[in-house]
């Protein structure tokens, strides 16, 4: 498949790409840590040998490749899909609805860092080759669905400049909200707190004196820090939490096996450890300027120890990096109260049934209108000062 000078590819198998020319997409500055650790080779390649995607788990890679002269500028990660499971922006009632209109949903095309819902860029170039790059990849996306009579195809999490590009190509720009921590140039966690309202302030506080009186010590770990216990220890908190969420874990025990390997220095690993025994944890990947907090789990039930392991820690670690951001995952307007703003994420689609993308696209402008007033409305709540010069309370 081409387009202009450009020649488009598959691959099932990263083992069939070239580490070097995937990185100098997915990372083009060179530079480390990489700005989004979830597109690197490293990260989804552990993901495909660990067998946490592939055969049997609805998440089949067709990575897109575009050269122009025989040189690789851009690629994207691919799959067809069979399931809707592990997106985090959803489209289940597109799925029923079609799927009662009497048509089949799936499979269908997902361009996306499987189980994964942080923002980045999506369509991966070469510096210099950005919009051809896209438009080639998005065209070959489109062509292969429509060519192969896929219902559709998806782009999710995708940067808001794809979107609104990807949009200018006739895709359809839905957008859905997280929270996401935002670093004001804080001295330390109390600099941060300082910015608050005296009552967020002082819950804040209060949370974070509840969370270490459980009766043990909380460690945050990351490099040569890890061991296999640590990994052993989180892969039991993390299969409570996959169980209790999605039935079954999406990642399995040897991804975390692969991530040590290649990835150690890019993972943030905090545990709560009581009585020699560890009882919680909370995942975190370091990009170039954000911290992506990705599982949580545990094993014992104590106050405030979520918020601690998963919000406060990130925070603290954000602070002491010169990190830009926390992303704490999808959903959750607790968060709220910690720190975590509203903001808006970005997915495209495509639908190849005229009738059914045209019924789709109302309801995206009618969801987008919501979210501008739901985040209007969530940011009003928001724990930071509202009066400049607000004086503390005793606390």
């Not at 480390?32 to 597109?39: E, I, L, R």
């Not at 990260?43 to 067998?51: K, Q, R, Y």
């Not at 140039?185 to 974070?208: C, H, P, Q, T, V």
């Not at 460690?219 to 993390?238: C, K, S, V």
Request: aromatic share 12%.
């Amino acid at each position: 498949m081409s387009r202009d000078n450009i020649e488009i590819t598959m691959a099932q198998s990263l083992a069939d790409i070239d580490p070097q020319g995937w990185d100098a997409c997915a990372n083009p500055d060179g530079q480390m840590p990489p700005a989004d650790p979830f597109v690197t080779y490293r990260f989804l390649h552990a993901l495909e040998v660990s067998g946490s995607v592939g055969e049997g788990t609805g998440w089949h890679p067709h990575y897109l490749l575009a050269r122009e002269n025989g040189v690789l500028i851009a690629i994207a990660p691919m799959y067809l899909k069979t399931h809707s499971q592990g997106e985090f922006i959803f489209d289940f009632n597109w799925a029923q609805a079609y799927e009662q209109a009497g048509g089949q949903y799936y499979p269908k095309l997902q361009i996306a860092v499987p189980f994964t819902p942080a923002t980045g860029r999506r369509f991966l170039c070469k510096q210099g080759v950005e919009a051809k790059g896209q438009a080639a990849l998005t065209e070959a996306m489109v062509k292969i669905a429509s060519d192969n009579h896929l219902s559709s195809s998806h782009v999710t999490f995708c940067s808001e400049a794809e979107a609104l590009a990807g949009a200018e190509m006739g895709l359809m720009h839905r957008k859905s909200t997280q929270f996401h921590w935002v670093n004001d140039g804080y001295s330390g966690f109390d600099d941060f707190l300082n910015a608050l309202s005296s009552r967020k302030r002082k819950n804040i506080r209060k949370e974070r004196r509840q969370a270490h009186g459980f009766g043990g010590e909380i460690i945050a770990l990351t490099g040569d820090q890890i061991a296999p216990e640590h990994w052993d220890a989180f892969w039991r908190f993390y299969q409570d939490t996959g169980a209790r969420k999605w039935g079954t874990p999406y990642l399995t025990r040897e991804f975390f096996d692969e991530i040590q390997k290649d990835m150690r220095d890019d993972v943030l690993l905090v545990l709560a450890r009581r009585d020699g025994k560890f009882i919680a944890g909370a995942l975190n990947f370091i990009g170039k300027e954000v911290l992506f907090g990705r599982y949580w789990g545990c094993v014992e039930d104590h106050p405030a120890l979520h918020f601690e392991l998963c919000y406060y820690q990130a925070i603290d670690f954000a602070i002491s990096q010169g990190l830009q951001r926390v992303e704490a995952g999808a959903q959750g307007e607790h968060k709220l109260a910690r720190g975590y703003l509203p903001v808006e994420c970005h997915s495209l689609h495509w639908i190849g049934d005229a009738g059914f993308s045209e019924a789709v696209q109302r309801f995206i402008r009618a969801e987008a209108a919501a979210i501008g007033q739901d985040i209007e409305v969530l940011s009003s709540y928001g724990p930071f000062k509202i009066v400049e010069g607000e004086q503390d309370e005793t606390e």
